[in-house]
């Protein structure tokens, strides 16, 4: 398993990041590995299922992502299964007009045992990936 975490100050309050990050289309927007998410359902304890397609080194990785934590306007949990299997937890916390917005990501790197050998590569990847995930967070609510 990978553990990555990223933390970024955006200039939003809290209920429209949560709003943002709650919207599923807005993920394809900010993660620069997804190129889509279908077959979005709303779930009725709040939050989505959806499916996704997310492009690991060029390879199509397709799967699930389903809201397990839903908070407003504080926490959004994501487990996600198939092609990558994994958890993603958001926490938002008001300072100074904005939000913190911590991400952290856990995922067990596909391929059994010997892609543990993996590892370091896809931690360094997954780093990058989140950093500019919360980048883009940022720009994109800041252009709102």
């Known amino acids: 398993m990978v553990t990555v975490s990223s933390t970024a100050q955006v200039p939003a309050l809290p209920e429209e990041v949560f709003a943002f990050l709650d919207t599923p289309a807005n993920h394809e927007r900010i993660s620069p590995s997804i190129t889509s ?17 997310y492009r690991l080194f060029g390879v199509p990785l397709r799967g699930t992502v389903e809201a397990v934590v839903h908070d407003p306007p504080r926490r959004l949990g994501f487990v996600l299964r198939g092609g ?50 919360l980048a883009r967070l940022r720009d994109g609510l800041e252009a709102t």
């Open 37 to 53: 998410v279908h077959d979005v359902e709303r779930l009725p304890e709040g939050g989505h299922r959806a499916g996704y397609t």
């Open 84 to 133: 990558i299997d994994g958890e993603m937890d958001w926490r938002l916390r008001d300072v100074d007009g904005g939000t913190r917005v911590t991400c952290e990501a856990t995922f067990t790197v596909p391929g059994g045992p010997l892609a543990t050998l993996f590892d370091p590569v896809v931690r360094v990847y997954n780093e990058r990936e989140l950093d500019e995930t």
